[in-house]
């Protein structure tokens, strides 16, 4: 499935994206969100900045700066969190448009050693928890 990017919420930057995320950072070729929904604590996601459906659609050279950018994320995640594992996921099932879940995963919390969950609804931080990450993020990047 194809989704039309003017229905996209990463390309039309709409209301369902700032209800599930908040922006962190611009990449090289991607955007950084925190999750808003929190149960895996530290939670992002990467999202590509043009509308492509899949990861083998992209150049080599746009495969790498995407992964590049993906692992930087990764990297400021481990340094600010500490988790166990960072879980990847890249599903785009009914919406075509390249991103990775990345879900941190600590040894007593939830869904270790199994898959992580979309959207549990189960933990929301305040304003100033999600601010505090923001900045810690960004500093590590």
């Given at each position: 499935?194809?989704?039309?990017?003017?229905?996209?919420?990463?390309?039309?930057?709409?209301?369902?994206?700032?209800?599930?995320?908040?922006?962190?950072?611009?990449?090289?070729?991607?955007?950084?969100?925190?999750?808003?929904?929190?149960?895996?604590?530290?939670?992002?996601?990467?999202?590509?900045?043009?509308?492509?459906?899949?990861?083998?659609?992209?150049?080599?050279?746009?495969?790498?700066?995407?992964m590049a950018d993906v692992a930087q994320v990764t990297r400021a995640m481990q340094r600010?969190?500490?988790?166990?594992?960072?879980?990847?996921?890249?599903?785009?099932?009914?919406?075509?448009?390249?991103?990775?879940?990345?879900?941190?995963?600590?040894?007593?919390?939830?869904?270790?050693?199994?898959?992580?969950?979309?959207?549990?609804?189960?933990?929301?931080?305040?304003?100033?928890?999600?601010?505090?990450?923001?900045?810690?993020?960004?500093?590590?990047?």
């Open positions: 499935m194809y989704s039309d990017p003017s229905q996209c919420l990463y390309c039309t930057d709409n209301q369902t994206l700032h209800d599930l995320m908040l922006p962190i950072a611009n990449l090289r070729v991607s955007r950084a969100f925190l999750f808003k929904e929190q149960t895996y604590h530290g939670r992002c996601l990467v999202a590509y900045n043009g509308h492509v459906n899949d990861l083998n659609e992209l150049s080599d050279d746009e495969r790498n700066a995407f600010v969190f500490n988790p166990e594992k960072i879980n990847y996921g890249a599903y785009s099932d009914k919406l075509s448009h390249l991103h990775f879940h990345l879900a941190p995963k600590y040894v007593d919390g939830p869904d270790y050693g199994g898959t992580f969950r979309m959207n549990p609804g189960e933990v929301y931080l305040t304003d100033a928890e999600y601010t505090g990450m923001i900045q810690a993020l960004r500093q590590a990047l």
